[in-house]
């Protein structure tokens, strides 16, 4: 098993200021990218409030978006305890969450590959649904970085060569003084 | 085994200064040509070998500051007995935007003297 796949579905439980993480979907992936989170994406900076916010979404249970209302204001009292805990630290523990379910599979980019247009999270659920024949609750809610696996996964099984960076590779890579 | 001749293939990958061979994508193949003569009687076969050479391909990571190999270089092992292979061809994969890693086929001829030509 690849490193990056053990890595997203193997995890020790984070607790952060007191609230359990979930395991980190494509719905909690969606939400952070619908709140406009510093956490996800290329948005620069991220205050205390920015934290709470993403504990608040990622401490919720994964659902189907089409089916569930919910509340992400934070509570004040979370507030209080990233203030108590430190937003520096707990900044920092959050991103190690995220990485530990984010850790993508590694391909070498082709000159003719076809880039996707539509939002990844929504892609990567429409492939789950075509080919993985997912309901579509499940699909969002199937854990982000394993979904990026197995949807690679999927389109080889089809038929696919898709040009996964091996192993031997990576240990070349590394070799060769390169960052992954 | 008795062979006319030195050794062509060597089963493990050689090193380069400038590369680094992904492990288990080294492949070599003698390429020595060879005709059959017949004796006027029919009875004597004669065997006549010439430009000894090996046909190679592999996968190579380019080391941190290296540039990637392109066709007509000469790439030359950093071994104890050291051999010169000119690319043949080489097929760039790129990773985070940067190339890192080509496919090259090489060849490698006994007395291979590599010349620039301007």
């Known amino acids: 098993m690849s490193e990056a796949l053990a890595e997203c579905l193997f995890n020790i439980p984070h607790i952060l200021c007191g609230l359990p993480m979930e395991p980190l979907s494509i719905w909690h992936v969606w939400m952070l990218e619908f709140v406009r989170s510093p956490y996800i994406g290329a948005a620069p900076g991220g205050t205390a409030s920015d934290l709470a916010l993403a504990l608040t979404i990622c401490s919720r249970k994964a659902v189907d978006p089409l089916e569930a209302s919910f509340d992400l204001r934070p509570s004040p009292k979370l507030v209080e305890q990233i203030d108590k805990e430190g937003i520096l630290e707990t900044s920092l523990a959050f991103q190690t969450y995220l990485s530990d379910y984010n850790a993508l599979p590694k391909v070498w980019e082709g000159e003719d590959g076809r880039p996707v247009k539509s939002p990844l999270c929504l892609y990567l659920v429409a492939v789950l649904i075509r080919q993985g024949r997912f309901p579509h609750a499940a699909a969002w809610k199937l854990p982000y970085g394993y979904a990026r696996h197995l949807v690679l996964a999927l389109a080889e099984a089809g038929g696919n060569e898709i040009p996964l960076i091996s192993e031997s590779e990576v240990a070349a890579l590394k070799e060769a003084g390169h960052i992954l | ?118």
């Open chain 2, 1 to 118: 085994m008795n062979q006319l001749g030195t050794g062509l293939i060597r089963k493990s990958a050689p090193t380069f200064a400038d590369y680094i061979v992904v492990d288990g994508t080294w492949k070599e193949k003698d390429s020595t040509m060879h005709e059959r003569t017949e004796g006027g009687d029919g009875l004597v076969a004669n065997y006549s070998f010439w430009r000894p050479g090996v046909d190679c391909a592999a996968d190579l990571v380019i080391k941190a500051g290296e540039v990637a190999p392109k066709i007509g270089d000469v790439l030359t092992s950093t071994e104890t007995s050291p051999r010169s292979f000119v690319v043949l061809g080489a097929d760039i994969s790129n990773f985070g935007g940067k190339p890192l890693k080509v496919a090259v086929q090489l060849a490698y001829h006994d007395d291979f003297t590599p010349t620039v030509v301007s």
